[in-house]
């Protein structure tokens, strides 16, 4: 199984609604987690199972979708989440997406 | 407080040998898978290897099949990882983190993570 995401990278401002997608190259059910990667520090769980929360996570994060396509979204960009995001398929062998930067404009 | 702490990284030469350690505390270790994730500089993530809680079930990255052995040691509350046949492409951030895998089945995932210990390989 491939993993893509789009876009590579974006940029974006405080208050701004971004949406990010990974793709898989055939069906993963939900399996799909998302983490969350300042520079410098380890990565950090978002998501699990395509849309559940991970505690302690900002509300302001959500994912959706299931089989091929998935989506990561923030409603309101903060300054702390200028990171770059990582999917990652659990259905087979393992594999991370190849991540998207989010930046500032 | 619940926390991954990997040891061991450092610069080793091509075909040399490095052995990373994980100290894990804060939560009953030898309840939970445990796995090993790398990051190349300036790369994305890689998974390595995962290790089942009595550390009999291992699944390696195909890269590192038959050169890098995973093992734990669930009364010492630590994860091992034992690099041979080192190659420059092995050079990264190695990370210890832990795996979950949540009633109802939707996957695991890695809910912990160590800082990471970085392993440079070159001459």
């Known amino acids: 199984i491939q993993m893509t995401q789009s876009p590579s990278s974006l940029s974006a401002s405080v208050g701004d609604r971004v949406t990010i997608t990974c793709r898989a190259s055939e069906s993963i059910s939900n399996y799909l987690n998302w983490y969350q990667q300042i520079p410098g520090k380890a990565p950090n769980l978002l998501i699990y199972g395509a849309s559940s929360l991970q505690s302690g996570v900002p509300a302001r994060f959500s994912g959706a979708g299931w089989g091929t396509d998935f989506t990561l979204t923030i409603s309101s960009l903060q300054p702390e989440d200028f990171a770059t995001y990582y999917c990652?398929?659990?259905?087979?062998?393992?594999?991370f997406g190849p991540g998207t930067k989010v930046d500032i404009k | 407080e619940v926390q991954l702490v990997e040891s061991g990284g450092g610069l080793v030469q091509p075909g040399g040998s490095l052995r990373l350690s994980c100290a894990a505390s804060g939560f009953t270790f030898n309840s939970y898978w445990m796995g090993w994730v790398r990051q190349a500089p300036g790369k994305g993530l890689e998974g390595v290897a995962n290790?089942?809680?009595?550390?009999?079930?291992?699944y390696y990255v195909d890269s590192v099949k038959g050169r890098f052995t995973m093992s734990r040691d669930n009364a010492r509350n630590s994860l091992y990882l034992q690099m041979n046949s080192l190659r420059a492409e092995d050079t990264a951030i190695y990370y210890c983190?832990?795996?979950?895998?949540?009633?109802?089945?939707?996957?695991?995932?890695?809910?912990?993570w160590g800082r990471g210990t970085l392993v440079t390989v070159s001459s």
């Open positions: 983190a832990r795996l979950v895998v949540p009633p109802p089945i939707v996957g695991w995932f890695f809910d912990l």
């Open positions: 290790i089942r809680q009595d550390g009999n079930q291992i």
């Open positions: 990652q398929q659990t259905y087979r062998t393992p594999l």
